[in-house]
């Protein structure tokens, strides 16, 4: 979606003073709109952060995820359960309010705020990282949140799997990010030859993919644990390439984590790319597959 055609997805769901607001905002500007009931809705931008007049009642809220939800929330327990909705156009809905447990499952019972992440789509953000990747294409993109990890992912799965030169790219989306997959279609462009898992953990999707779709990249976010670790180890034993992200503000700090000082010890990527705090998917480091640092633009 472009911004024309997402704020008119969202704008019918919004009363007339946010639709209003919605209509000076620039492509590219909305960030995130958060609604809490009985508070005013919030507005974060590239560059500010407004507080609106429109406080939302209970009732007025759950009207508006219902409506954004396209009338499908309860049917998607399993996703609300989880925290959060993929909606159309890949943008996602944070829920937060009252949750029970059932039979080991989280159910969602009273919504009290939402988070709309506005999905936002950057081609050529990883034209730097490209330059790098031409024969082996394996990356580690840290950053703290906000930073543009999962963008300059989308972007760098994008450009590996379009052109003459396309490799078989395999996206484990695990959080419904990357590809915003709605109904096991991507919602996000990440390429002609980009196959998406989407839902499922690292630890099952990694040799899902190596067994169903015989992948040369295989694209992922945010590594965390032993068993992704452990999981992105067998992948490129099996000769996959692997581009992930992580959670940190330096190479350093990154390191100091046991599951990825695992993989670093093991020089599992070929390099790695530290995103600058401001955010934007702006690089502030560099670092070849043996920690030393590269030229960074």
Same mark, same amino acid.
């Given at each position: ?21 919605? $209509? ?8 995130? +709109?958060?609604?809490?009931? $009985? ?24 009207? *508006? ?39 080991? %499952?989280?159910?969602?019972? $009273? +919504? ?14 990883? $034209?730097? *990282? ?9 990356? *580690?993109? +840290? ?24 490799? %078989? ?72 390439? +692997? ?55």
């Amino acid at each position: 979606m472009d911004w024309n055609e997402t704020r008119l997805f969202l704008a019918p769901c919004f009363p007339e003073e946010l639709r209003s607001e919605m $209509d000076m905002l620039l492509p590219g500007e909305l960030r995130e +709109i958060r609604v809490r009931a $009985d508070r005013p809705t919030v507005f974060v931008t590239a560059t500010r952060t407004a507080s609106l007049p429109w406080k939302p009642e209970k009732l007025q809220l759950e009207s *508006l995820v219902e409506a954004l939800s396209e009338h499908s929330l309860y049917a998607r327990a399993e996703e609300t359960g989880q925290g959060y909705l993929t909606l159309r156009g890949g943008h996602r809905m944070g829920l937060c309010g009252r949750v029970t447990k059932t039979d080991d %499952q989280s159910v969602l019972t $009273d +919504i009290g705020s939402v988070c709309i992440r506005i999905a936002g789509e950057w081609p050529g953000a990883a $034209d730097t *990282l490209m330059r790098h990747l031409r024969e082996a294409p394996s990356a *580690l993109i +840290i950053g703290a949140p906000g930073t543009g990890k999962t963008t300059m992912l989308r972007d760098l799965a994008r450009q590996l799997s379009t052109g003459r030169s396309a490799r %078989q790219v395999a996206i484990v989306d695990e959080r419904s990010e990357l590809a915003a997959c709605v109904t096991g279609v991507p919602q996000l462009n990440v390429g002609d030859a980009a196959d998406v898992l989407d839902g499922l953990p690292k630890r099952d999707a990694l040799p899902w993919l190596i067994r169903a779709m015989s992948p040369q990249v295989i694209v992922t976010d945010e590594l965390s644990g032993p068993e992704d670790a452990s999981a992105v180890l067998e992948a490129m034993g099996c000769g996959a390439f +692997i581009c992930a992200s992580a959670h940190g503000s330096s190479l350093q700090e990154a390191a100091s984590r046991p599951a990825l000082a695992t993989l670093m010890a093991r020089r599992a990527f070929h390099l790695y790319a530290v995103l600058s705090p401001e955010g934007g998917g702006q690089l502030s480091a560099l670092y070849d597959r043996t920690g030393s640092p590269l030229p960074c633009p």
